[in-house]
């Protein structure tokens, strides 16, 4: 990574390397095996170096648990403003429970982010007030749109099917005008995959079974079918895949995408109620055993919550009547971390998707134990297995659709070098950052007020 990507004040392997602030001492994985490591990190929160250091102001020896790097979440809807229940700020400590390091927020708020402005209004939530970093998206209407929240925002979403506070996607000849405006923006977009075209009105859906027959997973492959005439120079991203097929197709193509622990863990069962309705629907037993399959084989690049955290009562209703999406920011990577534990999972196939190449798509130097990283790092105990509760996790919704399921949460937490989480507590403080990929307009035009 060049060193005008990193701030002018940090350390880094190119800076002349004085003592390290502190020294983490533990096992990680590195060069593709678990071994005994020493992380130096500079005053500026940054990894120095990864192998034997003599000296450091504070060494921090977690034995024989295991570091990992924090991970992305590059999809999460904090529903502020307009959202009843959770914030900004309650989420974010969620993420940090949870070890989120950087959390993309979703921009179908109410109001939705469409301009620069509100933009603006949304950074002005966060600053002061989150635990973890945060990156914004943009939700684009038309191209002149994409070039005004260019100056700001983090990555753009675009929906092709209505959605919570999103009534009415753009027009097909609206989207092929605002991909060509994104092409130039370079900034990544993020793509909800359905289309309604495929959609079964006729069905009148009780459960998820029949959510699955309404939305099925037909609509997924003809979104697709729309996607892959995008243009190839958009950083494009498909959010919540759930269709083995789609993983082959996407690979070939050379497109990211992210599955969501819901869609990997849990099928439609019938008579299930609302807490199990979502967008995209859950899938047959059939086809999430073979997206899971395809997970744990490394064919999946990102995993990602789709955090939608609905007030309690609103999924009480009946199933036709409940708001669709479920709480996942805090659970995403302790139910992962289990199934490392189960041996269902390979732990660097896991840190790859959770970790590494979400940061990469959203151009972040976080996600890997290597110098030139921030020093966003989790310590995870294997042993701390616990059984998931509602009233165990931090979400103001106070529910989880994973009730019973296994988890391991991380012990600590570091942002910048720095302790958030400490025996498993939250320690931290409200100084999470709003942060654009490296090659964005907006840290373009920051690194050039800088130099
Ligand atoms: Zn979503």
Redesign the pocket.
């Known amino acids: 990574m060049p060193s005008s990507t990193r701030p002018l004040s940090s350390g880094g392997p190119d800076a002349p390397a004085g003592p390290p602030a502190t020294v983490l001492v533990g096992r990680a994985v590195v060069h593709g095996r678990l071994q005994p490591v020493e992380i130096a990190i500079d005053e500026d929160g940054w990894i120095q170096s990864v192998g034997r250091v003599r000296s450091g102001r504070v060494r921090h020896d977690v034995g024989d648990r295991v570091i990992v790097p924090a991970a992305t979440d590059l999809?999460v809807?904090l529903r502020e403003p307009g959202g009843a229940g959770e914030t900004i700020a309650a989420g974010t400590v969620e993420a940090a429970y949870g070890g989120v390091g950087l959390v993309g927020e979703?921009p179908n708020t109410e109001p939705p982010v469409t301009s620069l402005d509100r933009l603006e209004e949304k950074e002005a939530k966060v600053r002061g007030r989150a635990a973890v970093d945060v990156l914004l998206y943009g939700l684009p209407t038309s191209p002149r749109s994409v070039a005004d929240l260019a100056r700001r925002a983090g990555a753009f979403k675009l929906f092709l099917s209505p959605?919570t506070g999103i009534a009415d996607p753009p027009t097909a000849e609206a989207r092929d005008g605002i991909l060509r405006a994104i092409a130039e923006t370079d900034l990544p977009l993020a793509v909800?995959a359905e289309d309604p075209g495929a959609f079964d009105d006729r069905v009148d859906a009780a459960d998820p079974v029949e959510w699955n027959a309404h939305r099925p997973p037909s609509a997924e492959a003809q979104a697709l079918q729309l996607l892959a005439r995008a243009p190839s120079t958009v950083r494009l991203h498909v959010?919540?895949v759930t269709v083995p097929d789609s993983v082959p197709r996407l690979r070939s193509e050379g497109r990211s995408f992210e599955a969501t622990p819901h869609h990997l863990l849990l099928s439609a069962r019938p008579g299930a109620d609302a807490r199990f309705k979502v967008n995209p629907p859950l899938r047959s037993e059939v086809d999430r055993a073979a997206l899971w399959a395809a997970f744990c084989r490394g064919e999946v690049p990102c995993l990602a919550s789709?955090h939608?955290p609905h007030p309690a009562e609103t999924k009480q209703l009946r199933f036709d009547r409940a708001p669709s999406?479920m709480p996942g920011l805090e659970t995403a990577l302790p139910l992962m971390l289990a199934r490392v534990r189960a041996g269902d999972l390979p732990l660097e196939v896991l840190l790859r998707a959770a970790c590494d190449r979400p940061a990469r798509w959203l151009g972040q130097p976080i996600g890997r134990i290597a110098p030139g990283h921030r020093a966003n790092l989790l310590v995870v105990d294997f042993r701390e297995r616990r059984r998931l509760h509602a009233r165990g996790l931090h979400a103001p919704c106070g529910w989880t659709a994973f009730e019973g399921h296994e988890a391991i949460f991380p012990v600590e937490h570091w942002r910048d070098g720095v302790a958030i989480v400490r025996g498993g507590e939250y320690v931290g403080a409200t100084d999470g950052r709003v942060v654009a990929p490296e090659f964005s307009p907006r840290s373009r035009a920051e690194r050039s007020v800088r130099a």
């Open positions: 999809h809807h979703m959605t909800h959010a919540h789709d939608a999406g």
